[in-house]
């Protein structure tokens, strides 16, 4: 799906909830739709607001809750309460979060994703969907530090 594509998803789901298709949410969403990485609502009033100044980031998380609602974007917690959005157009993936900088991996293994769904047969639990986040270290914030390997932990299956 290309930006106008979302773009006209976005209208059509504002126009199906009674909503406007108000300028300030046609700037909101096409910056969001041209990001193409994890973006926190802070960073994406930063970008449009350099556009446009009468845009609040009391707006920039209305849109990023409509866009949410209207199934263009996905809604990240990435440990510490921060909140990332991306696009929900993406396929499948899972995420490597570094706790010294921040940097986020996208990743897929078809081992893990196999695995999980014999783990959750062997519950008779029925596998809608997960998330699987690992923290540690990034291969640069390892060699800054000098120490041992990366403290990992899993974040569950959901
Ligand atoms: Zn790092
Ligand atoms: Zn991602």
């Known amino acids: 799906m290309n930006i106008q594509q979302r ?3 976005f209208q059509q789901y504002l126009v199906r909830s009674g909503l406007k298709a108000t300028r300030q949410r046609d700037l909101i969403a096409r910056a969001f739709f041209a990001t193409s990485s994890h973006i926190s609502a802070e960073a994406l009033y930063r970008r449009v607001n350099g556009r446009d100044r ?3 980031l009391v707006t920039v998380y209305r849109t990023l ?3 949410k609602d209207a199934g263009l974007a996905h809604e990240r917690q990435f440990g510490e309460g921060r909140a990332l959005f991306e696009h929900a157009t993406k396929r499948h993936h899972d995420h490597m979060i570094c706790t010294h900088c921040g940097k986020i991996t ?3 293994n078809c081992e893990i994703e196999e695995l999980q769904e014999q783990v959750a047969r062997r519950f008779g639990f029925t596998l809608q969907d997960h998330k699987l986040e690992l923290y540690g270290l990034c291969q640069e ?3 800054g530090a000098g120490r041992g390997p990366a403290r990992t932990r899993a974040n569950g299956v959901r």
Request: with cysteine; net charge positive.
């Open 54 to 56: 009468r845009i609040g």
């Open 141 to 143: 914030c390892r060699k």
């Open 65 to 67: 809750k409509l866009l």
């Open 7 to 9: 773009q006209q998803q």
């Open 106 to 108: 996208e990743f897929e």
